[in-house]
């Protein structure tokens, strides 16, 4: 038999990890560099102007640009506004939901960090280390709102740990190659419309069960990469970051649940398995002059191998939630304009593409593709210390979620149904140094 938890907690890991999914379509951040979201990741894959060891994450073979030793610090700061408007919402038994229709903004501003550093092992080989959040997640809306039966709480949070190697190959060719371990937890929380189990009063606050679900667990991959130095002023790069395996393990725990629904809605430990899609990404970094550096970017994400998801409890019962998500591309194109030796401006335009399709489209991620313009700028302190502050607008198409009680997921689950439009917008706000020795 299949109980409620199983569709809601499939749902919640789909939109995988932990801060706010505004920066980029599906559950991807895309604050890895806080630096290059300056310029909109326009030529990031090829090292950007050749001064930012954070181009790592997407290119490890950028790593044969840097210099000596250094350690890079950054935060992102992202400030998103999903906000749901005229929510209705009916029970199972085809009842109205009884709650709260319009919510204020369900993203809460969230600090992304990362951390690189870089030392050289030869002439020829470089070493790199990232540890980044690439995939997250929170949203909450008020425990009252109508389509609390499908979202209330969804907080999930990525650690991923990347050393990496680059080698000179040839004056012109350096190739790169890396490992990752990522760590992921998820919680996820909704209303159980118990009222409807019991047949006494469907949709009621009154009579709601509430489920909390958590979930964690570590995976690894890899990460590969060439850089060409076309000319002295022109680069290409391209950057491949592999699917990554994810094994959770957690537990489900149920609370105001009645004496009658004890033996359905019972505390237990979960499996799943949850895939994080590649990445496949080219860039081109070109040098108009010696002050003014243009990059453009193209990454395209697999996002296709995420059809469904499956769910085995300990009682033995297993669920499945279809997804159908599509891949995505991403383009961004920047400019970098050095002022003075020391001071740098930074512009970027970038669009990113959605992988949720209408049909699929959840109160716990109301994604849709987005456009936006970025600005920055870096200024070098000394010789050994850099500074950047950087400035992101977005665009969110405005979506709707339309789930019908009939679908199979919402029927197994008793959700009902729901539909209501979504406003959205983002910012981001981030800051980084860097330090050589």
């Known amino acids: 038999m299949r109980t409620p938890l199983k569709t809601s907690f499939l749902a919640v890991i789909l939109m995988l990890t932990a801060q706010q999914s505004a920066t980029a379509a599906g559950f991807a951040i895309r604050t890895e560099s ?22 790592q994450y997407f290119n490890p073979a950028t790593l044969s640009l840097a210099e000596g030793a250094q350690v890079y610090l950054g935060n992102s700061l992202i400030i998103g506004n999903f906000k749901p408007t005229e929510a209705t919402a ?69 650690l991923n740990i990347n050393p990496a190697l680059a080698w000179q190959a040839t004056d012109w060719l350096s190739i790169g190659a890396g490992v990752e371990a990522q760590y992921f937890r998820a919680r996820l929380t909704n209303a159980v419309d118990c009222g409807t189990l019991l047949s006494t009063t469907p949709g009621t606050i009154a009579s709601d069960c509430f489920a909390d679900q958590n979930a964690d667990g570590w995976g690894y991959g890899y990460n590969l990469g060439a850089l060409v130095e076309v000319t002295d002023t022109t680069r290409v790069g391209v950057g491949y970051r592999s699917l990554i395996r994810q094994d959770l393990e957690g537990q489900v725990r149920y609370s105001n649940v009645p004496i009658a629904l004890s033996g359905l809605l019972t505390n237990q430990n979960l499996q799943s398995t949850v895939k994080t899609p590649a990445l496949l990404s080219a860039g081109v970094s070109q040098d108009i002059t010696p002050q003014w550096n ?14 469904e998801l499956r769910l085995n409890l300990d009682g033995g019962q297993t669920g499945a939630e279809t997804t159908n998500y599509e891949n995505t591309w991403f383009f961004g194109l920047g400019t970098t304009y050095a002022v003075t030796e020391e001071w740098a401006l930074k ?41 950047g502050a950087n400035y992101l607008h977005g665009f969110v198409n405005d979506s709707n979620v339309d789930q019908l009680a ?3 997921n919402n029927a197994a689950a008793f959700r009902g149904a729901v539909s209501t439009d979504y406003s959205n917008r983002f910012e981001v706000i981030s800051a980084n140094v860097r330090l050589k020795f």
């Open 347 to 387: 512009t970027g335009i970038g669009f990113d593409s959605s992988p949720v399709t209408a049909a699929n489209r959840s109160p716990r991620l109301p994604d849709g593709d987005r456009r936006w313009v970025s600005v920055g700028s870096t200024y070098k302190i000394t010789n050994s210390v850099d500074i």
């Open 294 to 307: 243009v990059g453009f970017d193209v990454q395209y994400t697999f996002w296709d191998g995420l059809k």
């Open 90 to 158: 009916t029970t199972a038994a085809s009842t109205p939901v009884n709650g709260i229709q319009d919510v204020s903004g369900i993203g809460a501003p969230v600090s992304i960090p990362s951390f690189y550093a870089t030392f050289e092992v030869t002439p020829e080989v470089k070493a790199g280390l990232s540890v980044t959040v690439p995939w997250g997640l929170s949203t909450s809306y008020d425990d009252r709102w109508v389509g609390r039966y499908y979202a209330v709480t969804s907080s999930i949070s990525s």
């Open 34 to 55: 806080p630096s290059g979201l300056a310029t909109s990741y326009g030529g990031i894959s090829a090292g950007s102007d050749g001064n930012d060891i954070s181009t």
């Open 406 to 408: 009939t679908q199979a």
